[in-house]
């Protein structure tokens, strides 16, 4: 059975950190590009940093850049997002996906239509 399984969230003030983790199952995690997405209230899905599995390549979203950092630990079947200097704007449910097709850059850019979903995690952060 495959699985993507996000854990991490929870409420932090603004100006805090935390990180992340995406466990996968199922599946051949080397072959795939896994990627985090984010679901703000009242907003569409969007895609904030993906990785390749295979050479760890990266991408971000400018709005995250600087701020937020992608990783692998392909021995555990992990991806983490370690997020920092979090805002409101960061406020949202998050999800990683995973598909073998796209690639990091182009799995960056899409929001569905994906191989794999995790049924995400909600981080608040607090003004």
């Known amino acids: 059975e495959v699985q993507l399984v996000e854990s991490g969230g929870g409420l932090v003030q603004a100006g805090g950190s935390l990180r992340l983790s995406c466990a996968a199952s199922?599946?051949?995690?080397?072959?795939?590009?896994i990627g985090w997405f984010r679901q703000a209230p009242g907003k569409g899905r969007e895609g904030v940093s993906c990785?390749?599995?295979?050479?760890?390549?990266?991408y971000y979203a400018d709005s995250v850049k600087g701020r937020f950092t992608i990783s692998s630990d392909n021995a555990k079947k992990t991806v983490y997002l370690q997020m920092n200097i979090l805002t409101a704007e960061d406020t949202a449910v998050y999800y990683c996906?995973?598909?073998?097709?796209?690639?990091?850059?182009?799995?960056?850019?899409?929001?569905?239509?994906?191989?794999?979903w995790g049924k995400g995690t909600l981080v608040t952060v607090s003004s």
């Open positions: 990785i390749s599995s295979s050479d760890g390549s990266t």
């Open positions: 199922g599946f051949t995690f080397d072959d795939y590009a």
């Open positions: 996906a995973a598909d073998r097709w796209l690639g990091y850059r182009r799995l960056c850019t899409r929001t569905s239509g994906m191989d794999y």
